[in-house]
């Protein structure tokens, strides 16, 4: 796909000028300088010649076919160039030009126009506002970009770098900044406005492209939020990773919702998970990006989380060592056999425990030390730490220490603690060794092969699809009929009917109704009225706890009536709600969110104090497993309290679990009438004795 | 101080060879290629003369006055060798040379012969096993390090950095790191095995240097850490800031700790905890060590939060955005004034509010930018974002800009996303422009400055010397007298003793006196076993809560002395404490933990699951004043929960704020006796209702 668009046999520029003080003359003089190898058009009303072209008032008189058009006149001229290109049979065009839907009503409509020009004639647009694109294999350089004016390694071996960028100024930063640290590229796109190809189809063409081994990715926004997510998955299977940059979270503003889970569920927090549970690797700034996708390029991804660190300074082992443990990695105490066989060839001022500190004055200990260490199995992965500041070490030892690292099996990162020189960074390039020169880079760039090792495995792992449950024909109607938001009792019968089981309770009309309900399920009881004007009973004074008799029960139904008519005069009152005393334990909140986006998502925490004030929650998309379930819980900050803390017996984890892979079904199966759900409190049990949903509420999807 | 080290008018190098095998060889080698300007002495008894200077075979055969004498021989001819030179009458000595306490029993019996000659003979000591110093002013380059091969910029203009650090590695690749980013030094110091002069000497030495602005420490451990606190106290009132990474965290293991406080105030906080206090700024790799020193190096500290982002790249603006933002700056939005008058000179295309995007077309509008907003009181520091890939625009609007930030008074960082051209860091040095090109680096710089402005404006308004209480005799006795662990009835007279009141309680030694207890303060009571052999007495079984009448207590007294029998058959019983049961608040814990190193610390936290699970607790040396408590309390995670959370009304703040000042008041005035303190439980009642200290231990300090 989009194999024209990138590969082009030929290509009209649509402005081209001899200088370069417009865009058209910057992106024809980029195709000149880069040696663009096809048949090039300029267009150009108002010159014969260009740069020694013969130029051509329109796309038509070319009388050629022609593969690809670039454009960058003004905008008020371009839907008219697009139509000329779609009647000269031009499959793509690349748009420049500003002045679209970033611009105000008037851009907004000539981008409108584009759409319409694309839908009649079939035409696929890149852009507009965009800055083109660089293939760096065959060396199209479709763009104004200054930044691709460095060598770009074309004719050497490796893993290449794909990028996708929302912004043209940072998807060739990328490839400026890569290029130095001799990372290589296959294409640079930026997408412009994405009037009709997205960021998505960009990607699916770099999954599609076998010279493309890593994606990186600059986001703003989704096009097409499921699409980009069901290609991450597709990415993750066909082992090409995705590092992205998802910026913009800071003006992502929290959802207006009704529920709690609605509330927490932020888009930042959705967008995150969803990205997350699609196996793209997040960055958070250029470095990070550029470390992670050259840990790509150049290790398998690991499991483990068990470092040796082998050095010659012992100040920046011991630093490093600080740096792996912040980001939860492990340096094991080296066995004693192997300690013995490094102390024979380090100085005895050295260290041989892990951090391995083969000083300054160790010969040849790097290879020494890799070949004793390479088949520990404690061990998934080795940090070199040297300077090469100057390049004597790396001469002597180079080779050896190269052939090592190609067999070891295991990733050995490389950290230059002074500035490579330049002798060092041309022998390290022919010994096919990257460096890394800064000690965050280099831990973050193992943290990123453990990412996505372990998402791999998940994903090999995980119950690729449970069985959905249907909700019953009465659990729909819930939904589609009826008000807004959902009462305590209409939410517990849609868990009912979705199978989650809620305890005994009887909806009463009137007091007298409310005692036999009492009578039969036997005192003390709980008293709530139900109103889908009061969803927040508690401050509206419509709840009455461990009532113990007829007459507290009698005075309380009362009470409730007048609370609920002083706080929401208006409120329609279905009646109240009797229920037994729920049996204490963990207090839980679990639910489900239903984003424009990204789709369903459920919900946990812990419950009262901890998701008012601490906001210890975790969310996954629909649906879950039971592992990932477990996870979930796992990962909350307050999971001390489900194993059990200071002697108290651990809850009933596994019902806690099942309830939220029992949500993630019901998630799925109402995705188009369910907005959010709260199931808040629960009491998780002690282990055994499973749970008690104590309320729930429920929010419709509008229609 | 250190003049003589640091700026010697001659030098001895002692094991001085020809070559640069050996690292005699490299340091006499080093010093010629960085043209040191003194007298030279090359001291070897196996040549008659060295690289073109006469050899002599001993220091006293040099004839001439010394001012300082390098040692590269092997360690057990050291010794000997230093006492000639004391006898020559050379001040100072720094010894390369490895093999003391680095490297087993025999190192350490030579290390201790070095300690001994020095204080026989007055004869100051760098080293041992040390890389040496490079003064970059007046280039004396006393050290066998390759990585200061590069131009020392000794007679540019701007704020020094001086260099102290425990890794010889690590300084010197800091330089050599720093000056690529046009950083400009002083001194460069390697403390080595510090068995004489030590990091604060060096320390000190550069806060009496008046070339040196900015210190930059790498720390693995402190030799004095409280010399290192004075001295950082006194950095901070003289305005040159220190920035330290402080490594080894992951091996600082949890103290040995009888009390919850002890547990909590592990070495790796109360470290950092004393660095913060004394207004050290810490950093965690290198490139943060060195953004941070580009920042002090180049602007004002700001106290203020508040950032304008002005970029030519709209998709770097909206990144460095949320990289601002995470890291708690804010980007109010520009004023409609302001905004119409930018409008004016930047495409419609681009933004106003802020970030300003200026697109890459605007032309001259950072500088007109920046003069629309110097003077927004709403705004305290700029970052211009552009691509120096390429100098035209700096070349064009480099001199205008340049001049502007000169005049504005508030800091204006610099970030290019692209790698500068070298001609543009040609341009930018002459401009007395610091380009970042990390976006992380330049928000990390930004926080610095934040940080170190903090810091000042604190010790400014802070309450200097808080009136230290002394303990009273009585209560001295309590903490040397007795048992090493304090009963609750004599942890609670400590406290009553140094004015922090308790609740009326009695120590009943046997039931009838109990009930007297209980008749006087009225039922219901709580009783609790004393014994020092119980200091968890929850865990013994030795309360009874809520102990409503006659009948209740003497079953309760009987049973609570069986369970402590039960629990641990040895344990000195002094009686059971009768108190009042206490009303309900937010329950907290504080307390004191008495530092090997750093000294008295205060500690608060939420009380109960908090503690227990979250480790919600935060720390500050004593003397703690009034707005260093309330600041310690706001800074809780649980903070709502005094603050008043879902309608309840706030807790009495003042109060427990009172409490940790006295706390630490009886942390200092005990220093000598008193280890760790818990109070815990506190409740602390509504506002003006004051707080109740339910329970309390002590441990005494071992003598």
Known sequence: MLRNLFSPSSIAVVGATAGAARIGGKVFSTLLAHKYAGRLYPVNPSHSEISGLKAYPSVEAIGQPVDLALIAIPAGRVPDAVRQCAKAGIPYVVIFSSGFAEEGEAGKRLQAELDAIRRETGIRISGPNAEGFFNAIDCVAATFSPAIGIDSGKDRQGKRIGVVSQSGGLGFALYNRGRREDLLFSHICSVGNQVDLEAADYLEAMLDDPQTGIILMYAESFKSPRRFISLANRAAASGKPIVMAKVGRSTAGQRAAASHTGAIAGPAVVCDTALAHAGVIQAHDQDQLLDIAAGLANYAPITGNRVAIISTSGGTAVWLTDTCEAMGFDLPEIDGERQRRIAEFIPAYGSTANPVDITAQGVNAYAQSLEVLADADYLDAFIVVSSFAHEARLRAEGPELAAIVKRLGKPVLFYSYTVPSEGSRALLRDLGIHCFTSMLGCVRALAGLRTY????????????????????????????????????YESKALLQRSGIACPEEHLATDVELALAAAHRLGYPVALKLQSPDLPHKSEAGAIALNVRDDDALRASFGRLLQNAREHAPEAQIRGALVQPMAARGVEMIAGIVNDDEFGPFVMVGLGGIYVEVLKDTVLAPAPVDKQTARDMLRSLKGWPLLAGVRGELPADVEAMADLLVDLSKLALSAEDCLQELDVNPIFVHEQGKGLTIVDALAIRRPQ
Request: glycine fraction near 12%.
């Open 453 to 488: 090792g372990q998402h791999l495995e998940r994903i090999a792992s995980s119950d690729a699809s449970p069985a959905t449950l249907a909700l019953s024909g009465a659990g729909r109607k819930l939904l589609t009929a009826g008000s807004a938001v959902l009462c305590e």
